[in-house]
């Protein structure tokens, strides 16, 4: 059984490189948001699995996606992506629910594993 996955960055460059770590063994249909808003209209329209979620972006950030989440009850699994590795904000992200914050740019290693240990693949 394929997952469904939607990749979540303004910059298209760090969508194509989450695209490319993705493991090859893990069946997945892939979907691409360049903005918060633009993930939750799909997040609240369909069924997505696994959420990649950049957190500085335009128009609605990380932060603002997983509270909506949170407050919508929409139920998908996030990992979040980012440059920025203050601990406060990777506490404020865990607090909101998301699975694993994951440092810039992504090695295919330490998304494998945390796929591997969240029971994705």
Do not use: Y
């Not at 493991?23 to 892939?30: D, F, I």
């Not at 360049?34 to 609240?44: K, Q, V």
């Not at 335009?58 to 909506?68: A, E, I, N, S, T």
């Not at 904000?89 to 796929?115: C, E, Y």
């Amino acid at each position: 059984m394929s997952s469904s996955v939607l990749i979540c960055d303004d910059s298209n460059l760090a969508r194509k490189q989450v695209l490319r770590s993705l493991p090859e063994q893990w069946a997945v249909k892939v979907q691409t948001a360049s903005n918060g808003l633009e993930a939750l209209e799909i997040l609240r329209s369909q069924t997505i699995d696994v959420l990649f979620l950049d957190l500085t972006m335009p128009m609605l950030d990380g932060v603002g996606v997983l509270q909506g989440l949170k407050d919508e009850n929409i139920d998908c699994s996030v990992f979040v992506i980012s440059a920025d590795i203050q601990p406060e904000m990777q506490s404020k992200v865990l607090d909101l629910g998301a699975k694993a914050f994951l440092r810039k740019p992504i090695q295919v290693d330490v998304l494998t594993n945390n796929l591997q240990q969240h029971g994705f693949i």
